[in-house]
């Protein structure tokens, strides 16, 4: 595993918007305008830049899967992460799905632990390498590292397929929220 630089970004974009383009949680968020890929992009663009701010963001050594960690005690209001916000708001969530957007952030949100964890926002594979173990070895890294950190770690998941693989890691079910899909909210430690 190693942290990616600013000269990866548009690989793991890549990464991220063939391995979510499907799913529910981003169909969710953009509703009807989910089928637009440069849409999709434009938010796993803002999601690599605000991982960047405050937390970190990973590629695996094949380059082939990446994964994006959050530090929510990390984030703070800053002229960037406001503009970043508002360019998410503006051209990819759309005033239409705003409100929706933002009850959804804060249920999950009220969920969290207020001590310090590892979010782990995004895990992607390039589909055409899913099913070879590329996952699995980034995800233990992953975990290796909260382990030294001695933080745990909470991710989401609306793709009900990826639970038992989550599970076989060590992460539980703590909690599950409609959203008119189903999204089962993960913890592995504390």
């Not at 929510?72 to 508002?86: F, G, N, Y």
């Not at 969530?93 to 310090?116: M, V």
């Amino acid at each position: 595993m190693n942290k990616a630089s600013s000269a990866d970004k548009e690989l793991i974009i890549d990464i991220l918007f063939k391995s979510f383009r499907e799913n529910k949680s981003i169909h969710f968020l953009l509703g009807k305008n989910a089928t637009r890929p440069e849409l999709i992009r434009k938010l796993m663009a803002y999601s690599v830049d605000y991982c960047t701010l405050f937390g970190e963001v990973y590629l695996s050594e094949d380059r082939k899967a990446c994964a994006l960690l959050l530090f929510p005690e990390k984030k703070k209001t800053t002229i960037h992460s406001i503009l970043l916000d508002l360019r998410l708001a503006i051209s990819v969530i759309g005033i239409t799905h705003l409100k929706k957007t933002l009850d959804r952030e804060a249920r999950i949100k009220k969920i969290h632990p207020s001590t310090p964890f590892i979010y782990l926002w995004f895990i992607g594979v390039d589909p055409a390498e899913q099913g070879k173990g590329i996952g699995t070895r980034l995800l233990k890294k992953i975990l290796e590292e909260a382990l030294q950190k001695g933080r745990p770690v909470y991710l989401e998941t609306s793709t009900k397929k990826n639970i038992p693989w989550y599970e076989s890691h060590g992460f539980t079910i703590y909690a599950s929220l409609n959203f008119g899909y189903e999204l089962y909210c993960m913890k592995k430690g504390a």
